[in-house]
């Protein structure tokens, strides 16, 4: 289903998330909406078209770079909305066909601090990409099977020690069960022939499991999202709203729309946020609109970034875990988060920036502080603030459960963050 046209809601959010079950099907979504809007993918390999009025995006594996620019040109500087698009699974390992007690196993590997309980007892599908030869040359290839191929089995409580459950080892208690007696089958034989391609063509593959219950709108009142990959789809969903109602809104900046893959695990890769994708996108607009390179650091030093990712709500059974003077409510409006130690990147002139952005999209704004007795998360935040040298500010919103399978947040949420943005990447001109 195609993301929806109009403003940001939470029935569009459970869409955006079910069509996108690994990093490079979110991007393939963000790729077709952008598409759907008059925007054109580039190669970062060719040149790209000089001067005049632009609306263009990038794609480098799970991530996607994308901006529009206007007839002005000379020093404009960059507001960008930054998020990532991978979200903690369990993975496929490279030997994955396995066996047990009479069971025919798929090895899995835990991937970006998923809460491995999570994962169990639920009925799995896959997705990711191949790379296949194709004669002399290497195409890529996007699966999904959306089929209940695979489950993770919990133990029986019978058999653990005192009936408190048992601790989850990654390396020998999440291999997942796909059948039982009989011949053994090759796994990868089966997803090249789910995929159309020949076995013997398939030379490398990142893969990837899904839950296969859909999204929903839960609750009461129906003010609850349930979803997988909340973290971080909300912000992937939100963000394209916002950059989407921006670029037809003339203001004093460029719009950017930065997604990131592997920011679960560090972002120190060829497309994570401490690659050079962003900067060298950056450099690369200005150059196109006929400045050079201290134009380009001229830029920089005027444009400020907002982190987006989600943030924790004060969680209702554990409230003890949270720092007393911060409460987090879901549908609450947007959270301002902040870390004196630097986990998260906002300073006093980044807070400043989206204080005002959502004041003047009527939103209300939450401010987060982790409890200092607790090591705090980290996003791709202070890596692009260092990486750029922009101000760089860590934004979110609220939900519970994160990093489970299967997590939760506020329906009113997905509009009031989506519109933050948006008020975000329109700065008023001045002067």
Not at 19 to 39: K, Q, W, Y
Not at 220 to 237: F, H, I, K
Not at 332 to 342: A, I, W
Not at 387 to 393: K, P, R
């Amino acid at each position: 289903m195609p993301v929806s046209t109009t403003a940001a809601t939470a029935t569009g959010l459970c869409a955006f998330i079910d069509e996108s079950p690994s990093p490079f099907h979110v991007c393939r979504t963000l790729a077709g909406e952008l598409d759907a809007h008059g925007f054109t993918r580039l190669d970062e390999s060719a040149p790209w078209p000089a001067d005049g009025p632009s609306r263009h995006y990038v794609v480098r594996g799970g991530s996607l770079v994308a901006w529009a620019t206007a007839d002005a040109a000379g020093v404009t500087p960059f507001r960008v909305v930054g998020a990532h698009t991978d979200s903690p699974n369990l993975r496929v390992k490279q030997h994955p066909d396995l066996a047990s007690a009479g069971w025919q196993l798929v090895g899995l590997e835990p991937y970006g601090g998923a809460w491995l309980n999570s994962w169990l007892d639920r009925e799995l599908g896959l997705s990711g990409r191949l790379s296949v030869r194709d004669g002399d040359a290497v195409r890529e290839r996007l699966i999904r099977v959306d089929e209940p191929i695979l489950r993770v089995p919990q133990l029986a409580i019978h058999l653990s020690d005192d009936r408190k459950g048992v601790t989850l080892d990654p390396q020998r208690h999440v291999n997942a069960v796909w059948g039982v007696g009989g011949e053994p089958r090759s796994f990868l034989t089966f997803v090249a022939e789910h995929a159309g391609v020949d076995p013997a063509a398939v030379l490398g593959w990142e893969l990837m499991t899904h839950d296969l219950a859909p999204s929903r709108i839960v609750g009461r009142d129906e003010d609850l999202v349930s979803a997988p990959r909340l973290d971080n789809q909300g912000t992937c969903y939100a963000g394209l709203h916002a950059f989407l109602a921006a670029v037809d809104e003339p203001g004093a900046a460029i719009p950017v729309f930065a997604t990131f893959d592997h920011e679960e695990v560090g972002s120190q890769s060829d497309r994570g946020a401490q690659s050079d994708l962003l900067p060298t996108v950056l450099e690369r607009i200005v150059l196109a609109r006929g400045g050079d390179r201290s134009e380009f650091f001229a830029a920089l030093a005027g444009s400020i970034c907002a982190s987006g990712d989600m943030a924790h709500a004060t969680h209702p059974n554990y409230p003890e875990r949270h720092e007393p003077a911060h409460r987090i409510q879901v549908n609450g409006g947007p959270v301002l988060k902040v870390n004196q130690n630097l986990r998260y990147a906002t300073d006093a002139a980044g807070a400043g920036a989206f204080a005002l952005a959502c004041a003047q999209a009527g939103v209300p704004l939450q401010r987060y502080v982790h409890r200092a007795d607790l090591p705090c998360g980290s996003t791709i935040g202070p890596m692009t603030a260092a990486g750029t040298g922009m101000t760089t500010v860590d934004v979110g919103a609220a939900q519970l459960a994160m990093h489970s399978a299967r997590e939760m947040m506020g329906t009113a949420d997905v509009p009031a963050y989506a519109a933050a943005l948006a008020a975000f990447l329109t700065p008023a001109v001045t002067g």
